[in-house]
């Protein structure tokens, strides 16, 4: 079973930042678009943001003008970084993989909190 390993959740205050990371296996990185996604108690999963092999990114536009998507090749590594963090940020962050014709994969995700 393909894995993706996330870490960088927890607890951050108003205002503040965070990044997070997914580690996928180098034949997952290198041919699928990575990207995060959100799940707030009681809401449906939601598009944070993706970057595809070419390095085009989407944002969703709740977050598009304080997150940053990246990638590190050589680390196999997708991180997402974001400031200004609102209560409303907090959500569990899940790492995703995704090929057109084939299976989503996810990671298990990590929980962030936004609260003073």
């Known amino acids: 079973q393909v894995q993706l390993v996330e870490s960088g959740g927890g607890l951050v205050q108003p205002g503040g930042s965070l990044r997070l990371s997914c580690v996928a296996p180098g034949n997952i990185f290198s041919f699928y678009i990575m990207g995060w996604y959100r799940q707030a108690p009681g809401k449906q999963r939601e598009l944070v943001a993706t970057?595809?092999?070419?390095?085009?990114?989407n944002y969703a536009d709740s977050v598009k003008d304080r997150s940053t998507i990246s990638r590190d090749n050589a680390k196999n590594t997708v991180y997402l970084e974001m400031n200004s963090l609102k209560p409303e940020d907090t959500a569990v962050y899940y790492c995703?993989?995704?090929?057109?014709?084939?299976?989503?994969?996810w990671g298990q995700g990590t929980l962030v909190t936004v609260s003073s």
């Open positions: 995703n993989a995704n090929r057109p014709s084939r299976p989503q994969i």
């Open positions: 970057y595809t092999i070419l390095g085009r990114t």
